[in-house]
């Protein structure tokens, strides 16, 4: 991996189309459909003594209620999974706007550090990168003799945004390195410093351009808040299986339990992904 | 052949621009092998040649888009060539239009002219705007001040982006092929309008194809092959008494 | 090999620094086993998500309607949901509901062991990302061609075989490479199911020794090297089948 002369991993064509591995799917609405198939599926299997299964034969209502009592408290957990996928990502594309403006920096020092520090984020697992968080960063921070205890769901935060910044450095600089070179042409002509043709010229044009994939971004953040369980974040994922033991840990249940928590990814990272295909059509920028 | 001399006829005073021995390579190819010329003050020069001649890129060294190997070039006093070079003061005395015009595309036309003289000279905001629009209307194109330039024709962006260069007030103006990406109705439109800033005294520097306009507007025309200027003289002796084998064969294809 | 080890219990005696899964035969054993595990995960998911993306693409070209609408709800379903879950879903959820068999000492063990499930979950994951990746390679392809293919008398099947296909992968290579470059990454997801692939090995390793920083940084150049690997194999597989004026869409 030459860590100078990198290609983009996202890239955009002269009008603004932008390209990536992640495209979302330009798919009928059958999927939450089928999702509430499986579910029911589930609860299906639930009813009937199969024979194989330790548990006693459960009537239809008890899996709707147990699903019913412990809605709310999954509902409250999705919540919080969307709070951590926020912070990271605002954290995440507050870092990343610099880092991917330093892979362009002129000063080569700063070009290569930005470029080595984006190829490691991005080549690293993403719960791998979660765990040294948990771990190694101090359970509480001392700023001016205040002691501000740094909690799990703020540590997990940390290092989802790490991944992100690296990501987002990547977007922005596809972005910017899509703008024909004619733009800069004419900014350096008519006097600007490279910092004014950034400011005026050439980040308005990139902010379009940078937003389908950014939302790309989002939705894979949010899916990926779930990995904080395994590190023992308490979030959605936790709770379930929370609720599962104080249902008794009846192995029947998970699969009911889990199908609902995949439902309700599903609802919320759909839409994005939609709104995404719209944005990306309506932002062809033609020149 | 390659140290050619312009002294213009009609000028006592020192020339405007001054190139002497400039070389440019990129790699191993030589674009530019020793290019010498002076454009006088008010002066109309085009530069004709064929394509991979160096034309776009000597054009570009004159403003210092692109930086020279060796050689010198004098625009007004500024040396391009020097390592402390003032680009601020040398983009001001120069404007150059490029062929794909360049606007930029989430600003209207007015906002393009107001760019550059409110951000860069930090000019008064509704006096840049007054000028603006008396730009506009020169470049006859009054009323379009809020559009944006994909509403625009190829013909009608031309002209603001020459407005816009206008706007910083320079000496001289750069034209690099620019009627090359339009079509003959639009190319008219364009070409008025560097006559008309010609006889108003403006000096131009232009690369191009189009040959009656040369002949119309110029008072010099260059010839460039292989980084080189191989002839040089005024239109009326230049297309019909041309002396070197190479410019006669170029304007034998041509015209 | 054995001064090799002894230098590095050294090191540990001296600085503090303690990679103990290289100078301690126990760890070491089980962290090579973790590694090969990791290789045996990754390896067998981008095979068989290849073979969906595959089938599935070309599944989606079908003629019934119906038939494409499941695909597409599959490909939605898998892409808008988190791994982790899914993981779970399979493992715990339906895992629970399958018949039990013998193995072989007479015992009733589930049908699936946990990596497997680890890989079926994967597969069907990454393979949707490569069903949605291979159409759009399919569909870079100019219908033109296949309508001079078929002015010269070939067959449907003919066609996609010698014309479609090798343009079409020539063109989606470098959004697959980032595709399983990804997978190889999300294969230690099956931590969570207690697979003993590299970094659940690693994690119990440093519950045992405390050696956290040591194990974190071995697990993260671990895995470096292997995106670097297949990285480096996808390179030379578009090197070797590179034709001038196809593909070049830039991805990684």
């Given at each position: 991996m030459d860590v100078l002369h990198r290609a983009p991993a996202f890239t955009f064509d002269a009008f603004g189309n932008g390209s990536s591995s992640d495209q979302p799917p330009r798919s009928l609405s059958l999927a939450w459909p089928l999702l509430m198939a499986v579910l029911l599926a589930t609860m299906f299997f639930g009813l009937t003594d199969n024979g194989f299964a330790q548990?006693?034969?459960?009537?239809?209502?008890?899996?709707?209620?147990?699903?019913?009592?412990?809605?709310?408290?999954?509902?409250?957990?999705?919540?919080?999974?969307?709070?951590?996928?926020?912070?990271?990502?605002?954290?995440?594309?507050?870092?990343?706007?610099?880092?991917?403006?330093?892979?362009?920096?002129?000063?080569?020092?700063?070009?290569?550090?930005?470029?080595?520090?984006?190829?490691?984020?991005?080549?690293?697992?993403?719960?791998?990168?979660?765990?040294?968080?948990?771990?190694?960063?101090?359970?509480?921070?001392?700023?001016?003799?205040?002691?501000?205890?740094?909690?799990?769901?703020?540590?997990?935060?940390?290092?989802?945004?790490?991944?992100?910044?690296?990501?987002?450095?990547?977007?922005?600089?596809?972005?910017?390195?899509?703008?024909?070179?004619?733009?800069?042409?004419?900014?350096?002509?008519?006097?600007?410093?490279?910092?004014?043709?950034?400011?005026?010229?050439?980040?308005?044009?990139?902010?379009?351009?940078?937003?389908?994939?950014?939302?790309?971004?989002?939705?894979?953040?949010?899916?990926?808040?779930?990995?904080?369980?395994?590190?023992?974040?308490?979030?959605?994922?936790?709770?379930?299986?929370?609720?599962?033991?104080?249902?008794?840990?009846?192995?029947?249940?998970?699969?009911?339990?889990?199908?609902?928590?995949?439902?309700?990814?599903?609802?919320?990272?759909?839409?994005?992904?939609?709104?995404?295909?719209?944005?990306?059509?309506?932002?062809?920028?033609?020149? | 052949m390659a140290d050619l001399q312009n002294i213009s006829a009609t000028s006592q005073a020192p020339p405007i621009v001054s190139l002497r021995d400039v070389r440019k390579s990129f790699g191993q190819v030589k674009v530019l092998d020793g290019v010498s010329f002076d454009v006088a003050r008010g002066e109309v020069v085009c530069i004709i040649g064929p394509s991979g001649a160096g034309k776009s890129t000597l054009i570009r060294c004159i403003n210092a888009l692109i930086p020279i190997d060796s050689g010198s070039i004098l625009v007004d006093g500024i040396e391009v060539h020097a390592p402390k070079l003032d680009l601020l003061a040398l983009r001001r005395k120069v404007g150059i239009v490029f062929q794909q015009y360049n606007l930029f595309p989430h600003r209207t036309a007015l906002q393009n002219i107001m760019m550059a003289p409110i951000t860069v000279l930090k000019q008064n905001k509704e006096e840049v705007a007054a000028r603006a629009r008396m730009l506009l209307k020169k470049v006859r194109l009054e009323g379009k001040e809020d559009f944006y330039p994909a509403e625009l024709s190829g013909g009608q962006q031309q002209r603001v982006a020459i407005a816009r260069s206008l706007a910083m007030k320079p000496e001289v103006m750069l034209f690099d092929e620019v009627t090359a990406a339009l079509d003959p109705e639009t190319k008219k439109e364009v070409l008025l309008t560097v006559r008309d800033l010609s006889r108003e005294g403006m000096t131009c520097i232009l690369v191009t194809h189009e040959m009656a306009f040369a002949r119309e507007v110029a008072n010099q025309i260059y010839f460039t092959d292989r980084g080189i200027i191989v002839e040089h003289g005024p239109p009326s002796t230049f297309f019909t008494q041309a002396k070197d084998p190479r410019t006669r064969e170029f304007l034998s294809q041509i015209l | 090999m054995q001064p090799v080890y002894d230098w590095f219990r050294h090191l540990y005696d001296t600085t503090g620094i303690d990679l103990i899964f290289i100078y301690d035969n126990f760890d070491r054993a089980r962290t090579i086993k973790g590694f090969f595990i990791t290789l045996e995960l990754s390896v067998i998911t981008i095979i068989l998500s290849l073979i969906i993306g595959v089938v599935g693409a070309w599944l989606q070209r079908s003629h019934f309607v119906w038939l494409?609408?499941?695909?597409?709800?599959?490909?939605?379903?898998?892409?808008?949901?988190?791994?982790?879950?899914?993981?779970?879903?399979?493992?715990?959820?339906?895992?629970?509901?399958?018949?039990?068999?013998?193995?072989?000492?007479?015992?009733?063990?589930?049908?699936?062991?946990?990596?497997?499930?680890?890989?079926?979950?994967?597969?069907?994951?990454?393979?949707?990302?490569?069903?949605?990746?291979?159409?759009?390679?399919?569909?870079?392809?100019?219908?033109?061609?296949?309508?001079?293919?078929?002015?010269?008398?070939?067959?449907?099947?003919?066609?996609?075989?010698?014309?479609?296909?090798?343009?079409?992968?020539?063109?989606?290579?470098?959004?697959?490479?980032?595709?399983?470059?990804?997978?190889?990454?999300?294969?230690?997801?099956?931590?969570?199911?207690?697979?003993?692939?590299?970094l659940y090995v690693s994690q119990q390793i440093w519950s045992d020794e405390t050696n956290v920083r040591e194990m974190m940084a071995f697990v993260l150049c671990a895995y470096l090297f292997l995106v670097f690997l297949l990285v480096a194999l996808l390179n030379w597989i578009e090197r070797v089948i590179r034709v001038p004026g196809v593909g070049h869409m830039e991805a990684y």
């Open positions: 548990a006693a034969v459960a009537p239809k209502r008890t899996i709707i209620e147990v699903l019913w009592r412990w809605a709310p408290l999954l509902l409250w957990g999705f919540c919080f999974n969307l709070v951590i996928s926020a912070g990271a990502m605002a954290v995440g594309t507050g870092v990343g706007l610099f880092l991917g403006l330093a892979q362009m920096s002129r000063t080569r020092p700063v070009r290569v550090m930005a470029n080595v520090i984006t190829e490691i984020f991005r080549n690293s697992p993403w719960l791998v990168l979660l765990f040294a968080c948990v771990l190694l960063l101090p359970f509480q921070i001392r700023i001016f003799g205040l002691v501000i205890p740094f909690p799990d769901w703020a540590k997990a935060i940390v290092g989802f945004s790490l991944p992100i910044m690296a990501n987002v450095g990547e977007v922005v600089r596809g972005a910017v390195l899509s703008i024909p070179t004619g733009q800069w042409e004419s900014a350096e002509s008519l006097g600007y410093t490279r910092t004014q043709a950034y400011l005026h010229v050439i980040l308005p044009q990139c902010i379009k351009r940078m937003l389908p994939p950014w939302m790309n971004l989002y939705s894979l953040v949010t899916m990926s808040t779930v990995n904080a369980s395994v590190v023992g974040v308490s979030e959605m994922i936790t709770l379930t299986a929370q609720a599962n033991a104080a249902e008794g840990s009846r192995p029947e249940l998970l699969a009911p339990f889990y199908a609902f928590d995949l439902v309700c990814f599903f609802l919320y990272c759909y839409p994005i992904g939609k709104w995404t295909e719209y944005l990306e059509r309506k932002y062809q920028v033609k020149i | - | 494409r609408r499941v695909i597409a709800a599959f490909i939605s379903a898998f892409r808008n949901t988190p791994p982790l879950v899914q993981l779970y879903f399979f493992y715990f959820g339906l895992g629970f509901f399958l018949p039990r068999v013998h193995d072989a000492s007479g015992q009733l063990v589930p049908m699936f062991s946990n990596l497997q499930w680890a890989i079926i979950s994967l597969s069907l994951f990454a393979g949707a990302f490569n069903i949605e990746i291979f159409r759009s390679g399919l569909e870079a392809v100019p219908s033109s061609m296949v309508e001079a293919a078929e002015g010269l008398g070939y067959s449907r099947f003919q066609i996609y075989r010698q014309i479609t296909l090798p343009l079409a992968f020539r063109v989606c290579l470098p959004s697959l490479g980032n595709n399983l470059v990804n997978l190889v990454k999300t294969t230690n997801l099956a931590y969570a199911i207690a697979v003993p692939e590299l």
